[in-house]
């Protein structure tokens, strides 16, 4: 949709996808590359592909990059569509939280490293600046957002640098809750008839460490479990199926709380056909 409504207003797309962001990542991340080409014309696109396979890409990286991407496309006379499902960054992008280059604190990752996803969840929730839980998939992201919100209640950002003022409109696609686990399941299936085993293979052969593409979650932890022998075809299809319909909840969940911390959102049937969607979008933007 978003392809399709640059192709009608004249504009780029940013991604706001954490995991788009990897080079060689592309079939587990679903960046549909193809998607970007509308009605003969090639749809530019901003913070995909942008970083190896492997870094640890971060939020405060994230931020630097969305403004620099920004001034991009404004410079281009163009109109920016920022896009993706990853809540923090679309927040961090639009609120202009100061951000922190975090560094790593290797005593506090030492006293954490033996503890559960779920007790690491519940230190989490006790910091006064909550870090985004759809980020907290595996052992590796829970310690990392501890980290980043034990750093920022000693270190709190500095405001001197101004940020851009934004004046966002906000659209959200809206889906019963039945079609969209129908939705994932057949995504899945898509997805490993084409060929997502094969990529995470290949990362592995690249000389990425398990821990390495485990780090990323979802898709890449479950096939990676897969790969080296922990789980089973039917293992890693069904765990992997559940956590991303969880993950699809926690999105929604962070969605309706930016709604309750001031953001409007204008939400949309998914299951309309894309010209009404992309009409109703073009009137919200001439309101």
């Not at 839980?133 to 500095?158: C, S």
Request: proline share 3%.
């Amino acid at each position: 949709m978003a392809a399709a409504l640059a192709a009608k207003i004249d504009g780029e797309i940013i991604s706001a996808d954490s995991r788009q962001i990897y080079r060689n990542m592309d079939i587990g991340t679903g960046k549909d590359i193809s998607e970007y080409f509308v009605d003969n014309q090639q749809i530019n696109y901003h913070l995909i592909d942008i970083a190896e396979a492997g870094y640890k890409y971060n939020l405060y990286e994230y931020q630097r990059d969305f403004l620099f991407a920004l001034e991009k496309i404004e410079q281009n006379g163009k109109f920016p569509i920022l896009c993706g499902g990853t809540g923090l960054y679309i927040e961090a992008a639009l609120k202009g939280y100061r951000m922190i280059d975090v560094p790593i604190n290797e005593n506090l990752r030492k006293s954490l490293e033996n503890k559960s996803l779920d007790e690491l969840r519940e230190i989490l929730s006790k910091y006064k600046k909550l870090h985004n839980t759809t980020d907290t998939e595996t052992v590796k992201r829970a310690i990392r957002a501890i980290e980043i919100a034990d750093y920022y209640d000693i270190n709190p950002p500095e405001n001197d640098k101004p940020y851009p003022k934004l004046n966002p409109l906000i659209i959200g696609l809206q889906i019963d809750r039945e079609k969209r686990r129908e939705k994932i399941t057949n995504r899945l299936k898509k997805r490993l008839n084409e060929g997502m085993i094969n990529e995470v293979q290949q990362l592995l052969d690249s000389g990425l460490s398990p821990d390495d593409l485990i780090y990323y979650g979802l898709e890449y932890k479950f096939i990676t479990n897969y790969l080296i022998g922990n789980l089973t075809f039917d293992e890693m299809f069904a765990q992997l199926e559940i956590a991303i319909h969880q993950f699809a909840k926690r999105q929604m969940t962070w969605f309706r709380g930016m709604e309750k911390r001031g953001f409007t959102i204008h939400w949309l049937d998914a299951l309309l056909p894309m010209e009404e969607k992309i009409e109703k979008v073009s009137k919200l933007i001439k309101n």
